[in-house]
């Protein structure tokens, strides 16, 4: 089992830390806005004097708000539809467990979300990586070549839209073209969704909104994002096909319940509705600008603006990807400060690929991810001058 | 996958309760001791802006006051032996998928706890069930009969001390042969040792303190019993088997932390260590033998007074303990008041077990408890009034 990219650095950053260099993290989507009042305030007036186990599919209150919030996206959901999880983790977990026994096949589009593979090697599921290219924005391959990969063990694939770390958000006719896949071959869409809000161009459509895809469409959906709420592991997974949703509701079973505390707070949360979303978005967009600005001017490295999420994968003029990473927390500092990426190796499955690529995580304000992006530039001229040994 | 029979019976309860008939729960291990101030205290004085992802072992504080827990319990740990889990229940998961690949097999005495099940489902892990007997008291057979059961694909056996769903303590001489076992066949001891403190003579040992056992020893916790926190959700997995933890703690970054206001609470309650034990332990004393008192008194109930934990796994007079479950539901009430047991075959993983078996759990005040099974040798004696059709 590898240790996650987005964490493998950190003893590193620590050891920086200790010698007193400051460290911007791009490495982690930990947005710094802060958790909306309602939350704590929900949680503060809680009045039981038992926290005691709750219901396994999740509390009430919780599953109605969010009943609420998807009504408000147009889709209309039942209240059976929805089962609360410990975070998007454990929807994940979840579901690609409950479409796939050990052995059996998972189509995933990559670079993908590491953690997809902590989950595929805990439970004996195979990934199947499907290259995406940083040329064509990361979006989808033709449906031929998505279909080239499925197998009879094939039982799902998983796509991220918007997209982490590729920051890519699906066209329309990319996901008819899954959808069609979907149907043909009878196998699930795993639909990461936790940026859904994350959009600074146009609207993402959910795999829920999916006409025909009833019976195969599963969302895996956090607050963590949404809410800058990612210490609270909240997250839900959401289907219409009853009987994978009742495998849901016994995997929630075995594990008893999700925390109660959590979820009274989350409903309060959800229960706002759009509120705070317009202004995170606008703060997000000008990040977004920020850090790619700042990249467009490091000579050699490649990328394009990304539409969704608050990633963006950008192609490097080192050797090492992960050794240039590691040199900056190591060997570099410049003002006593420094920055942490995310190697892009650790979002491939296939050995090889990813070695010049980062993911950079827009989640500081637009001048901290601008002098973060100026230490990146700093840091290549000096790593590449250092390796070049002439 | 089965559905959990401690919560099956839900759904007919709580029509039940629709009918204006009050149900007394003898079926959930849910206390109904208040959760100490110390944990309100804690969370609602967080002053965080942002609730933040946290580290994956787990927040410095809580691991600090485990450590120190288990100091006062004269198990000295190292601060990386112990991974923070979500709930004891994320401490199985991890710690059955770490040592056993989907196909292989873990021993498990029966009854047991039924959710191992539910995990040994989830990642295609084959539970082996030993089995134990009412009439030695459910304690561990010889060792002769447990080595018996191991195979080439045999990676560990899981011992529940005190046990749920029996309240069996195991003894020193049980630990000692578990040992040998585990030596000579090279697995993995996983011990839930969850009821830790509901010991009502003597005392209890962990694994921890076996000498020899060091690196096959795994100890799934929870702080839901303990501290009657279980809708918290805290647990951890304690070892001091280097190769295990990095397992874990990789487990522990693939769904990044558990959540940072429960592990805020939980620090300062465990900080408290065992002021609050005495008194819980002597209240659940009294439960305990209101219940084994009561259950004595009726004809053909047959079960021994369980030391440990607060379970007792009685033989009952009837032809089908599922259908007599459901029945005292659907059917059934006296004074419009009736009992939920959780039925004994879900504990089993040997069809046909059980059958007769029920678990009741006495986490009622004492008369309630007394009053909860004066419902059930009511409900025996018409029930098999009603079946015996003569």
Not at 253 to 275: F, H, M, N, P
Not at 337 to 362: D, H, K, Q, S, V
Request: with cysteine.
């Amino acid at each position: 089992m590898p240790a996650s990219p987005i964490r493998k650095l950190v003893p590193l950053g620590d050891d920086a830390k200790k010698r007193g260099t400051h460290v911007y993290h791009l490495n982690i989507g930990q947005p710094d806005i802060e958790t909306p009042p309602e939350f704590y305030d929900a949680v503060r007036s809680y009045q039981e004097k038992v926290i005691a186990y709750g219901n396994s599919q999740g509390i009430r209150l919780f599953i109605e708000s969010m009943q609420q919030y998807y009504d408000s996206l147009s889709i209309p959901l039942g209240y059976n539809d929805i089962v609360i999880t410990t975070g998007g983790s454990e929807a994940i977990m979840f579901a690609m467990m409950a479409v796939a026994q050990p052995g059996d096949e998972i189509l995933v589009f990559e670079p993908f979300y590491t953690n997809y593979n902590g989950f595929a090697i805990m439970s004996g599921i195979t990934l199947v990586p499907v290259a995406t290219q940083a040329e064509d924005g990361f979006h989808l391959p033709p449906a031929e070549e998505i279909a080239r990969h499925i197998t009879p063990r094939t039982r799902a694939m998983i796509i991220c839209n918007p997209n982490n770390p590729t920051g890519t958000v699906l066209r329309d006719d990319e996901l008819d073209a899954v959808r069609d896949i979907a149907l043909r071959h009878d196998i699930f869409v795993l639909s990461d969704e936790v940026y859904r809000e994350f959009v600074y161009e146009g609207r993402t459509k959910s795999v829920l909104e999916i006409d025909g895809l009833e019976q195969h469409a599963v969302v895996m959906d956090s607050l963590s994002k949404r809410y800058s709420l990612c210490g609270g592991r909240m997250g839900a997974v959401i289907s219409r096909n009853r009987s994978f949703m009742d495998v849901m509701l016994r995997f929630g079973q075995a594990r008893l319940c999700a925390a109660t505390l959590e979820q009274i707070g989350s409903a309060a949360l959800v229960a706002e509705g759009a509120k705070y979303f317009d202004g995170m978005i606008s703060e997000y967009r000008q990040r977004r600008d920020a850090t790619f600005d700042a990249l467009q001017n490091i000579p050699g490295i490649l990328c394009r603006k990304p539409s969704g999420a608050f990633y963006i994968m950008a192609q490097f003029p080192v050797d090492d990807i992960e050794r240039f990473a590691s040199w900056m927390l190591t060997d570099f500092s410049d003002g006593n400060e420094t920055t942490m990426l995310a190697p892009g190796p650790g979002f491939y499955a296939t050995p090889g690929r990813g070695m010049n690529e980062a993911r950079l995580a827009y989640v500081l304000n637009a001048p901290e991810c601008r002098r973060a992006v100026e230490l990146v530039a700093r840091g290549i001229e000096e790593y590449n001058s250092v390796n070049r040994k002439d």
